[in-house]
């Protein structure tokens, strides 16, 4: 009985040991599937993923799940895009930018200034304006704070870097309050305590879209919605109400968190009477790979008994991302005009990655996305206001 025990013991022991080895595995395989597939290789000096000796020496020490998760979530951080996520997540993990953030931080010169506010927020609701500037996070000044962001990673901070890390700790922990401080102008120094969006939703137990008009527009605002299929009857009932000639204003404003092309082609096909094209795609793996590179052009094609003569108008700003940017630059390809502040400027469309031994999804852009005029999605800049 006794030996029985025991075997089975070992037997238990083993599978622990070759479950934890399956873990150490994947993280020792994110490096390789970064520069295998990740499309924007090119932003970093020697054209490979800028994976510091802090971070691999971490791969080494992981073990089961959640220690996955922790080490695949900061190596994807260096690659400084809010595009390249984990589909998996833990209650303290750092909140999603654009999605699941209110404000948007750039570096200017010295300072950390705030360039947008989203609406309805608990940071428009604190009062936060553009041009007030984040001096301090959990009351470090910013510019420190954005340094051990780095550090914290072994690595250093640079002007991209730098934005980025100011928004991801602007955007705080997905499980408590951020703790910001601002000034405005030579104002003195305002310390908040703000919810973050897991918390406390923006606008919550909206409709897909909302409709208004007047004589001249016929208003359709999208309420980050863009992956959800039901929108497309929704849009279709929106632009059944349009008069011919009608003016349709489309505002792309609250689509932070992207979509699929389907609801987007869906979209554009109402204005359109023959194909043509919208967005230009490149896949830089298959090169890589082949040693021949690989474009295509996708295209919208009319919806049988569904068409409106009449101009377009697209607003955007920074919380238009991924696909709701690749609808701004499809319209703006079939003759609407792009009207609004600068975009989230997410790079690529993003394919699903399965690490082989946990079944982790790593979410990377691995294919680059240009206007068919060549010019890349995330520098496309729309007319002001």
């Known amino acids: 009985m006794l ?20 873990f150490l595995d994947d993280a020792r395989s994110i490096e390789k599937l970064i520069n295998d597939q990740y499309a924007y290789l090119d932003r970093f000096p020697d054209g490979r993923m800028p994976m510091s000796a802090k971070l691999r020496a971490e791969a080494e020490q992981v073990h ?11 190596a994807l951080l260096s690659l400084a895009d809010h595009h390249a996520i984990t589909g998996s997540s833990l209650a303290d993990s750092w909140a999603l930018v654009p999605s ?31 041009g007030d500037r984040l001096i ?28 980025f890390a100011a928004r991801v700790l602007a955007a705080g922990r997905r499980d408590r309050p ?21 918390t406390v939703k923006v606008a919550p137990e909206r409709p897909l879209l909302t409709t208004s008009a007047s004589d001249a527009d016929l208003l359709i605002k999208l ?14 009932t929106a632009m059944a109400q349009a008069r011919p000639g009608q003016r349709v204003i489309l505002d792309l404003s609250d689509t932070p968190s992207g979509g699929n092309t389907v609801v987007a082609r869906a979209l554009m096909g109402w204005f359109v009477s023959k194909p043509g094209a919208y967005q230009v795609h490149s896949l830089p793996a298959e090169e890589r790979e082949t040693g021949i590179p ?35 630059i499809g319209f703006h390809a079939i003759g609407a005009q792009v009207v609004g502040d600068p975009m989230a ?9 399965k690490l082989t031994h946990s079944g982790l999804v790593l979410k990377l852009p691995t294919e680059r996305l240009m206007a068919v005029d060549g010019t890349p999605r995330e520098r496309f800049i729309p007319l002001p206001r």
């Open 100 to 130: 699941r953030s209110d404000l948007w931080i750039e570096k200017r010169g010295a300072d950390f200034r705030v360039e947008a506010v989203r609406r309805d927020s608990p940071a428009e609701q604190a009062g936060l304006r553009v």
């Open 223 to 236: 309420h980050d919605s863009l992956g959800d299929d039901e929108v497309i009857a929704a849009f279709d």
């Open 136 to 163: 301090a996070i959990e009351g470090v000044p910013t510019a420190q704070a954005v340094d051990s962001f780095w550090a914290d990673l072994g690595m250093t901070s640079n002007e991209e870097r730098a934005g």
């Open 178 to 198: 951020r703790n910001l401080s601002f000034q405005r102008d030579q104002g003195k120094p305002r310390r908040m305590v703000l919810p973050n969006l897991y």
């Open 294 to 328: 690989r474009q295509w052009v996708e295209q919208v094609l009319p919806r049988a008994g569904k068409h409106h003569e009449g101009p377009v108008l697209v607003r955007v700003g920074r919380w238009t991302g991924s696909m709701g940017e690749g609808l701004a």
């Open 3 to 22: 030996r029985l025990f025991l075997c089975l013991l070992l037997l238990g022991s083993g599978a622990h040991a070759a479950e934890a080895n399956g």
């Open 345 to 353: 400027g997410l790079l690529g469309a993003i394919s699903d990655h």
């Open 64 to 74: 089961d799940k959640p220690s996955l998760i922790r080490f695949a979530e900061r």
